[in-house]
């Protein structure tokens, strides 16, 4: 075997990571493997020579790290990076890879690959039994459906030409996570330092909307007599809150907010329709989907046959999606907050007949009307001594001011959270905008990286808790000092499961025996978890009366700088026995 070479000056590995900090990156959320030598040298080698470099976050658990990326991205809108290990650290990713892709946030992912020479032939080649069995066939196809590109450097004099080219990918729209990878001795290949050019590979500019149809859009809502907006995530722009609005009112027109994955519309805006399309659809007469993957599910409610139809999003196609259709008189391709600004500058100019408003306004004031009704009696106490989900919605009211940024992956229970806390300000709510559970910790480490000055509060159900590898995620809040709350709506069980099999058997067996192997019979120490691993305040709930206080208790201790953790137990979902 060969002797180790010196450590040169310049490697691939260097020209990699100035890449990253010259597009603009400050944090590397990292788990670092047997590939990474070259980059923890390159790493320590800058922080000798005093020399600009992103911060390395370290995440015993990559898809935490990939979470706290995908957080930081939705508040700031800058895409960060992850760096994980071959094929068994891009799988450990697992269902953070779906969410960031789903959520279209920004982020570079990168990850080392097993070295290609066998007998010292290269520096960096294999010296540890381990590197013979993470030699994958592809290990891109791991997460292929989920980047919007990948590639392997062949050669380190590209390390900054194709980060400069991911990091390009990645904040433009449609934005996706994307994926790099090298092998250990492409980045220890001794480089020629070369100066910045990331000037030379912007984003993509936003997309706007062809001002004809910019003209026809707005005289439809204009016209009709029961025009609605339906939106899922135009929110992650802050700008199209205020564009949404300015639309909203000069033209009386009623807005939803479906699946809302962010902020769109404060809850208390006059022009607020609630959270599903469906009740409102058999009247709307003109439907405009801004940014929305599912505007309505067609099983429970579609547009009627002559209302006509606009759809503007920056991938209205879905073309990762093999089955998806939105039946659309114009299906249009355009960034959501400029089409919106478009469209709200466009009505600037309109007057809208007096008695046509008074008409629109009174049928959204009707529908928010039976909205807050449902609202009054869903937050009261149970009489029955237990914690209902609206009551503890409610109860968290009293500890979330205007500016707590406000992550729900409450699943089931996200209704009550929507109907009880009326969020008012642009980017102070979000989803994962996926699928895969156990999103919320993570993400609320990235975004209180993004903004230490703002409260954090995650809101979570038992079965996304465990999914969520709280162990990591606390150790990782106290390490980086990120306290944030969590508050665990615990049903004992996966509800939303429970739910789907009662939708399509009502009266089946599973119903009727209460046989579902969805539960959780036996308790854990949710909170606990919380506190070995990060000293996290932690508490169990399951006294209503007591509830209030036991949050106040939690909320000044993540004031005070120590994340907190309140079980709260709801009612059981099942008491099956095996």
């Known amino acids: 075997m060969t002797e180790p070479a010196p450590s040169p000056i310049y490697t691939a590995a260097d020209a990699m990571l100035e890449g990253l900090v010259e597009s603009g990156v400050s944090h590397v959320f990292a788990n670092f493997g047997s590939d990474h030598p070259p980059i923890i040298e390159a790493l320590a080698r800058a922080k000798r020579a005093g020399r600009n470099r992103p911060r390395v976050v370290i995440c015993p658990h990559e898809s935490v790290g990939l979470a706290a990326a995908h957080g930081y991205a939705l508040v700031s809108g800058e895409p960060q990076a992850v760096f994980v290990h071959v094929d068994v650290g891009t799988q450990t990713m697992g269902g953070a890879v779906h969410n960031a892709a789903r959520s279209r946030v920004p982020v570079f992912i990168f990850a080392g690959e097993t070295s290609f020479t066998m007998a010292g032939e290269r520096f960096g080649t294999r010296n540890r039994p381990v590197q013979f069995i993470q030699d994958v066939r592809d290990q891109h196809s791991i997460v292929r459906p989920y980047v919007k590109w990948s590639y392997a450097l062949r050669a380190g004099l590209q390390a900054k030409s194709m980060t400069y080219r991911g990091m390009q990918l990645t904040a ?302 606390h150790w990782m809040a106290r390490r980086y000092r990120t306290p944030f709350l969590t508050v665990i709506f615990n049903n004992g069980g996966w509800n939303a499961t429970k739910q789907n099999v009662l939708a399509l058997h009502p009266d089946g067996a599973a119903g009727t025996t209460d046989s579902f192997w969805v539960h959780f019979r036996e308790h854990a120490d949710l909170a606990g978890i919380a506190a070995a691993a990060g000293g996290a305040f932690a508490a169990t709930v399951d006294d209503p009366s007591a509830l209030p206080g036991v949050l106040a208790e939690a909320a000044a201790a993540v004031r005070s700088g120590r994340a907190a953790v309140v079980d709260v137990r709801l009612p059981r979902i099942s008491d099956q026995d095996d």
């Open 172 to 473: 433009s729209a449609p934005r996706a996570p994307v994926y790099l990878t090298a092998s250990r001795e492409i980045l220890e290949e001794a480089l020629p330092p070369e100066p910045s050019r990331a000037e030379e590979w912007p984003p993509l500019e936003p997309q706007a909307l062809p001002e004809p149809v910019v003209e026809e859009i707005v005289a439809a809502l204009a016209a009709a007599a029961r025009p609605l907006v339906v939106t899922s995530y135009a929110g992650r722009s802050p700008g199209a809150v205020e564009a949404l609005a300015r639309l909203a009112e000069r033209l009386a027109v009623a807005v939803v907010e479906t699946s809302a994955s962010a902020l769109n519309l404060p809850s208390d805006h006059p022009l607020h329709a609630g959270f599903a399309a469906e009740p409102l659809l058999p009247e709307a007469d003109v439907v405009l989907v801004v940014d929305c993957d599912v505007p309505w599910v067609p099983v429970l409610g579609r547009p009627r046959e002559d209302a006509r139809v606009y759809h503007v999003d920056v991938d209205p196609l879905k073309e990762d999606l093999p089955v998806w259709h939105v039946p659309a008189r114009r299906t249009l391709r355009a960034d959501g907050a400029h089409a919106l600004g478009q469209l709200a500058a466009r009505a600037a100019s309109l007057v809208l007949d007096p008695r046509r408003r008074s008409e629109r306004e009174g049928w959204v004031a009707a529908v928010a009307q039976r909205g807050r009704d449902a609202a009054r009696a869903a937050g009261e106490a149970p009489a029955d001594g237990t914690i209902s989900p609206g009551y503890l919605a409610r109860c968290l009211v009293e500890i979330v001011d205007e500016e707590t940024v406000l992550l729900d992956e409450s699943i089931t229970n996200t209704g009550a959270v929507r109907q009880q806390i009326r969020r008012t300000r642009p980017g102070t709510y979000f989803q994962s905008g996926g699928s895969a559970l156990g999103w919320h910790g993570g993400a609320a480490i990235g975004v209180k990286l993004a903004r230490p000055e703002r409260d954090v509060v995650a809101l979570t159900g038992d079965g996304s808790y465990f999914f969520s590898v709280p162990s990591t995620v």
